[in-house]
């Protein structure tokens, strides 16, 4: 049997670093995977090769993050593999050495946002977004898109692109009504200068193979089709999946199997998926064998039963409304944004941010420039229930002359007064300055 196109896979599932000995996102979960994808021989295809992740640097995280007080205090060793892994995955990729990639890595990262205090969900820094900052620097703008499938909504990713035009992040997930981290509602939208760039779909609880896939065909793959991304990514989350311990979702191995398929992504990166045994070799087997181009219709959980996850009418009814409500707002999403920035100079958001992994709470003002020509200028004030308050004044990438200059001058004649730290962030130039 042969593939149709080159995969490589990128294995990481940092054997030395756990939450605890018993926390659902540990080695254990990789691990029993790599097992799978050697016992089943996926590796004995000519068209899949494995490769061995980099080592991101503290330059790649601190192009997209800003971390309190720095980068080498959040995080450990295995993170850097882990964003290595993915810069590995979108280096094979960009180099031509393979037509696609998939990053088998952990620790994940699409719950931290832009500031890091600490640790959310699991994750300290945020591995798809430092991925593509260095696609970005290495080869040359791109256009991207980000499609979430894991079960949880990835409001970090969310964060880090909320006011960018030119990183369409499509996030798909368990209702925030019932499940962590509690948001990734239709209303959000994306930031003023950035309004439908980001497309959040919660699902019911009890969705099927059926409702994701109806989904992906009547609004991901129409939008992507308006979008036309250079580069598409999937942030390959498996907790969906309906033997899951800590979701309330009812998708497959083979529903898995088929979304690849179909959204065809240049690189994708592991994300959650907390059912060991039961899901992530049969999912990951999956998504492997769908990227590579090979049959994987006899990808199948022992104990699958389609009758016992049917999805419900209601369900199927709530998701063919709720598909056609998302599509119009992003077709109207020009109108929208004219409304909101009509006249306006600046506009401001004020939140709490909760890192429930390290139990710290943040409040953060974030102030952003209206700009037509760029995504605009942002500042955030944020302060963290560890005592640490830090600005930021954020350049963003492929920033018009204004912003940059007033961003400039900003960071020169701000004085630290209260604030512990004071940093500028320049991502096109990949200049990072801390006073
Ligand atoms: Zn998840
Ligand atoms: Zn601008």
């Known amino acids: 049997m042969k593939g149709t196109r080159k995969t490589g896979l990128i294995f990481f599932p940092a054997f030395d670093w756990a939450i605890s000995p018993t926390h659902p996102e540990r080695e254990e979960r990789l691990l029993y995977t790599q097992d799978q994808v050697f016992e089943e021989g996926l590796l004995d295809f000519d068209n899949i090769t494995e490769f ?169 793959l129409p939008i992507l089709d308006d979008y036309k991304p250079d580069l598409i990514i999937n942030s390959a989350g498996q907790d969906n999946h309906y033997t899951d311990p800590i979701t309330n979702m009812n998708f497959t191995a ?29 999912v990951n087997a999956g998504i492997i064998l769908a990227m590579a181009g090979i049959d994987y219709s006899s990808v199948m959980e022992p104990d699958y039963d389609p009758e016992a996850i049917r999805q419900s009418p209601q369900i199927t009814r709530y998701i063919e409304q709720e598909v056609k409500e998302i599509y119009q707002l992003w077709k109207d999403r020009g109108t929208k944004k004219a409304e909101i920035t009509e006249g306006a100079g600046y506009l401001r958001r004020r939140r709490g941010i909760y890192y429930d992994t390290d139990n710290i709470e943040e409040d953060q003002i974030e102030t952003i420039r209206i700009c037509e020509d760029c995504g605009g200028l942002l500042t955030i004030d944020s302060r963290a229930s560890t005592g640490n308050r830090v600005f930021a004044v954020i350049i963003p990438g492929q920033s018009c002359p204004a912003c940059r200059k007033k961003g400039e001058q900003f960071f020169e004649s701000i004085d630290r007064g209260t604030y512990d730290h004071v940093y500028f962030q320049d991502r096109d130039r990949d200049i990072y300055q801390v006073k």
């Open 52 to 220: 061995k992740p980099g080592l991101a640097t503290i330059e790649d995280i601190n192009r997209i993050h800003v971390c309190v007080p720095d980068a080498q205090s959040v995080i450990t060793e295995s993170h850097l593999i882990s964003a290595g892994g993915a810069i590995t995955a979108a280096d094979v990729v960009m180099q031509g050495k393979v037509d696609n990639a998939f990053a088998l890595v952990r620790p994940p990262g699409h719950h931290a946002m832009r500031i890091v205090h600490g640790a959310r969900g699991f994750c300290n820094i945020n591995i798809e977004a430092i991925m593509i900052e260095h696609i970005r620097k290495k080869y040359g703008h791109r256009r991207v898109a980000v499609v979430d499938t894991d079960c949880h909504h990835g409001d970090g990713t969310q964060d880090i692109y909320w006011h960018d035009p030119d990183t369409l992040y499509i996030s798909i997930h368990q209702d925030g009504r019932t499940l962590y981290p509690g948001s990734g509602f239709i209303e959000e939208f994306g930031g003023p200068n950035a309004l439908g760039y980001t497309i959040n779909i919660p699902l019911p609880p009890h969705t099927s193979q059926e409702g994701f896939l109806y989904t992906l065909d009547n609004l991901i």
């Open 254 to 282: 083979q529903g898995y199997a088929i979304l690849n398929e179909k959204l065809s992504p240049h690189i994708a990166v592991l994300e959650g998926g907390y059912s060991i045994e039961s899901a992530l070799p049969y």
